[in-house]
Structure formats: C-alpha cells, structure tokens
C-alpha cells in the first residue's frame, strides 16, 4: 500500500472503528480497479491484498464503469473566465396593495366555521374557508353513513 494512503487500523472489542477513515487517493481506486479487471482476479482477493473492504471495490467499480472514477476539480490548463461585480438589485421600499376581490365570487367561501351535529351525539366541525360543493360532498358522505 502507498504511502499516500492514510493509514488506519483502530477498532474497539465490538469491531467499529475508531480512527479516522482512510482516504485513497484517484490513482490508487484506479489501479486497485484495473487489479480486478484482469482474467482470473478476484475482487476479494485484489481488496485483501490492498486492505481495503470488497464492497468497497465493487462500488470503485461501478463508479468507474460510470465514468466517474477521474479527478475533480479544474485542470491547470482550465482558462479562467472574466467576471464583472455590479451593484446589487434594489429592493422594493414599498409593500404591493391587496387586489380586491370580487364579493360575489368570495360569498361562496366566506363562512370560516360549521359544525354539523348528527342524530347519534357526534358533531362534525369544518374550519377555514370552504366551497359549496366541497360542503356537498361532506354532507353527501355523512348522509350515506
């Protein structure tokens, strides 16, 4: 194994860890990817070798197959581009009046409370505004019951 690769190997009686992960570098998933790609390899075996966890591999694998598995970040030879700061947008020093409402279309909504008691004791509250036929359908229902 690198010397890149941080070592870590501290786990208590019931086997979690307790040092800090390892990280390997891009070139090191490569080549242990690579190991398991050759006839014959076995992902188990290229993973014992580099003392690194099976399904660990597998998920290097599949990230490689993915076209994932490269270095991230900008290349040096990335041109950068120019950036121009302006001020910032000037907010609204008013607040926007309420659009009135047509009273004829707002009376089919403007009871805020119902309640509707029934012949065996309950009684059923309706909160808010509500619509004609919603109101239908809940009497609708309860008449059927």
Known sequence: MDTSTQETAGTDALGRRTAPRRH???EEKLRIVHETHVRGASVATVARRHNVNPNQVF???QLYRQGRLERKGASLDTPMLPVRVSTPTVLPT???RPVP???AASSEHACKLIEIRLA???SVVLYGELRTKALARVIDLLVRR
């Open 120 to 122: 065996n004791g309950h």
């Open 59 to 61: 998920a290097w694998r």
């Open 94 to 96: 008013e607040r926007a």
């Open 101 to 103: 409402t047509n009273k």
């Open 24 to 26: 390997h570098t891009i």
